[in-house]
């Protein structure tokens, strides 16, 4: 596979962007590779500059639901992009999406758009405190909610691969309101609560974490979450930048049957441009400005074409069986990569929830942080590579999830296993 190219556009990049990338994970540092730059994406495939084409099981990291470029989506930017690029000023199709978003997720009754799932998170837990009059933000190891300075504490994707424990430039000051919990640990959380939770703004959580690795909350543990967030008169967050859409069409929250008081979302909700949102109960989200005292604005926030692609995106998901085939095909990929890895004698974890799905390098159960990363990150760089040399698209680190689009075939999803099948035998 000749990636020349990429090379050559990559040593440019790094003279001109710090690390030559505008998001640490891109630069695949942890899996000791480089990034190929990408030409084009169409439907489940992706192309790099030197030509290639890749399955793609990345999707821009969540947001392509409906794979690359689909019809839909491209004729609404091209009807909008028509009309101005942004206004500052209010506009029909904030409104459209927020009603859909509303539609399909009974807990939101008001949603704020913004720019990014860091945005919205940040946000959220400004309206947290400011609702309740409260300060600690509970969090959970190995949860990522963006790179705010407060929730920039035990956190994963990136920030999990540089093995840090946050970032300098985040005044110790500015986290001392944020404590970091095991995931998944019930009693951990508990025995914090009962000491600290008079004192408890919001509680956020992943409610299917997917930047250590895909892990799914135990049973028990989101239901906790919610009964001690109401007796404490603490707010639940959900961060659904990942799960929202992704793992049910109610979202992470209807599939566990969890009612959050505030939900963020991102990636889906703007159909692959930037976007992000939050919302949730009428009388918390009345306490943001102009009706309440919490601030928060933003001169792109409801950009028109961001609005155009998320309408035409969630449309799309009402379709009949549009979750029912795009789990079969996942829970089929799922399944054929655990074989693929126990006919070789490798020892692996794989698992999905909707079309989210993970795959450890181990043989032990991965229910928090300290179990993923305790998983063989070798033997996950030796097989990221084997994959993308043979045209698979992979997330270059142990520490993401990977989905399936609607356009994935299962033509593509045999030739995937296919091709694992060899690789884990390459790399046993
Ligand atoms: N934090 C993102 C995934 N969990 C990575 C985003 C990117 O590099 O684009």
């Known amino acids: 596979m000749e990636t020349k190219k990429s090379r050559e556009l990559f040593?440019?990049?790094?003279?001109?962007?710090?690390g030559g990338v505008n998001s640490p994970v891109r630069a695949c540092n942890s899996v000791g590779s480089k990034p190929l730059f990408i030409d084009k994406a169409n439907g489940a495939d992706i192309f790099d500059v030197d030509g290639n084409s890749y399955?793609?099981?990345?999707?821009?990291?969540?947001?392509m639901i409906l794979g690359h470029c689909h019809p839909k989506v491209i004729q609404a930017l091209k009807k909008v992009i028509k009309t101005g690029t942004s206004f500052g000023a209010p506009t029909e199709l904030e409104t459209q999406l927020a009603?859909?978003?509303?539609?399909?997720?009974?807990?939101?009754?008001k949603i704020r758009m913004v720019n990014s799932g860091t945005e919205a998170t940040m946000s959220a837990i400004r309206l947290a405190r400011g609702f309740t009059g409260k300060d600690i933000i509970i969090k959970f190891d190995g949860c990522y909610h963006g790179h705010a300075d407060t929730l920039l504490v035990s956190a994963g994707s990136g920030v999990a691969t540089l093995s840090i424990p946050g970032s300098p430039g985040v005044p110790n000051s500015v986290i001392t309101h944020t404590a970091s919990i095991k995931y998944n640990d019930i009693d951990e959380f508990k025995k914090f609560m009962k000491a600290n939770g008079n004192n408890v703004a919001g509680i956020i959580v992943e409610p299917v974490a997917g930047n250590m690795g895909m892990v799914k909350p135990l049973s028990g543990f989101l239901e906790t979450l919610q009964d001690y967030a109401s007796k404490y008169g603490s707010l639940l967050i959900f961060d659904e930048v990942m799960t929202g859409f992704r793992v049910a069409k109610e979202s992470a929250q209807g599939f566990f049957g969890v009612t959050p008081d505030i939900t963020c979302f991102g990636k889906i909700i703007g159909g692959g441009l930037p976007v992000g949102a939050y919302g949730g109960r009428k009388d918390v989200m009345d306490y943001i400005a102009p009706m309440g005292p919490v601030y928060q604005a933003g001169t792109l926030s409801g950009n028109p074409l961001a609005m155009a692609a998320g309408i035409a995106t969630l449309k799309e998901l009402k379709t009949e069986n549009f979750y029912k085939d795009l789990n079969i095909k996942t829970e089929k990929l799922v399944s054929g990569l655990k074989n693929a890895a126990l006919n070789a004698g490798i020892k692996v974890q794989a698992d999905s929830v909707g079309s989210m799905a993970g795959l450890f390098f181990t043989d032990l159960e991965v229910n928090n942080f300290d179990d993923a990363k305790s998983c063989n990150l070798d033997m996950f760089a030796k097989y990221y590579k084997e994959m993308l040399k043979n045209g698979i698209y992979l997330a270059p680190s142990q520490f993401e999830s990977f989905f399936v689009s609607a356009a994935h075939t299962n033509k593509d999803i045999d030739k995937t296993i296919e091709i694992?099948?060899?690789?884990?035998?390459n790399i046993s």
Do not use: R
């Open 99 to 109: 009603k859909l978003i509303i539609e399909f997720t009974p807990s939101v009754k």
């Open 11 to 18: 040593i440019e990049a790094a003279c001109f962007i710090p």
């Open 420 to 425: 694992a099948s060899q690789v884990m035998k």
């Open 55 to 63: 399955i793609d099981y990345v999707g821009s990291w969540g947001p």
